[in-house]
């Protein structure tokens, strides 16, 4: 695909999104969604804590910065997968704000061809200032004949 | 549920498997719960429209079925991190299992690592991943 872009962009914030409050009852029917039954996923009160993927909900308003090389813009990726480092559980009550990063960029050459990745990393605290997760989104673009 | 010690875990053990039916509805309902109820994940035609051979889990829920996998075997509140790869389509209205294996302890840091993956019924590894978990 020859890929060639400016390194300077990596790591820029392109966007930050506060989401609203969370609540109890989302919580919960997330995690009874993934099957839980853990008191501390399920059970209203002051013990309900957030499943740890729930993170995985909260997104930034922009999915992708601007300045994504011309190359990349517009067209269709997939989700190859994340890596999440997490923090400390999300609760009740708790504004999360995702700050997005273009974290990462790079080729690949698989079986099936030439592939771009474009991680892009969410960096989620909630209003304590208190890091909840650190996302990266791993997303795949198939190299164009 | 699970509390378990860091001395009594060694490299090799295996977590689950885990096989569960993963209904069309229970993903509807993840899908609802995180507020992505688009067509591909909730309704054969309209994912068919998208090309899709059928609906298809979102890959985020495939994440949250292998850490109920790894809560299950360590307790809430263990995992400290999930790296996962999608490597294929994850269909609904199927049997899937949950896997796991310790790779590494850490003595210093009392954590432990651990390759994890859910396979199809026909042991496909549709999505594989490592994790890491403390433990007291």
């Not at chain 2, 688009?38 to 994912?47: C, K, M, S, V, W």
Request: aromatic share 8%.
């Amino acid at each position: 695909m020859g890929l060639e872009f400016d390194r300077s962009i990596l790591g820029e914030e392109f966007d930050r999104t506060e989401h609203d409050p969370v609540a109890a009852d989302e919580l919960i029917a997330f995690a009874r969604a993934l099957g839980e039954a853990s008191p501390c996923y399920v059970e209203p009160g002051a013990a309900l804590i957030g499943h740890p993927t729930y993170c995985i909900r909260f997104r930034g308003g922009k999915f992708f910065p601007d300045n994504l090389p011309e190359g990349l813009r517009y067209r269709m990726s997939f989700d190859a997968g994340k890596d999440i480092e997490f923090g400390v559980p999300v609760r009740a009550g708790d504004r999360i704000t995702v700050v997005s990063t273009l974290h990462d960029l790079y080729e690949k050459t698989g079986r099936s061809g030439s592939m771009v990745f474009v991680v892009v990393r969410f960096t989620m605290t909630n209003q304590r200032g208190e890091t909840v997760a650190v996302v990266d989104n791993r997303m795949m673009y198939r190299g164009q004949e | 549920m699970a509390d378990r010690r860091f001395d009594d875990v060694f490299e090799g053990d295996e977590l689950g498997p885990v096989e569960l039916f993963l209904s069309k509805d229970q993903v509807r309902a993840y899908a609802r719960a995180v507020d992505h109820y688009f067509a591909r994940f909730t309704d054969d035609e309209g994912a068919r429209r998208e090309g899709l051979p059928g609906m298809i889990t979102p890959g985020n829920m495939s994440m949250g079925l292998l850490t109920t996998l790894v809560d299950g075997w360590a307790g809430p509140g263990k995992l400290r991190r999930l790296g996962t790869t999608f490597r294929g389509l994850v269909l609904p209205d199927r049997t899937i299992r949950l896997c796991g294996a310790v790779t590494q302890k850490d003595q210093t840091t009392r954590s432990v690592e651990l390759d994890v993956w859910m396979e199809s019924d026909e042991g496909e590894r549709l999505v594989i991943g490592t994790a890491t978990v403390a433990l007291q």
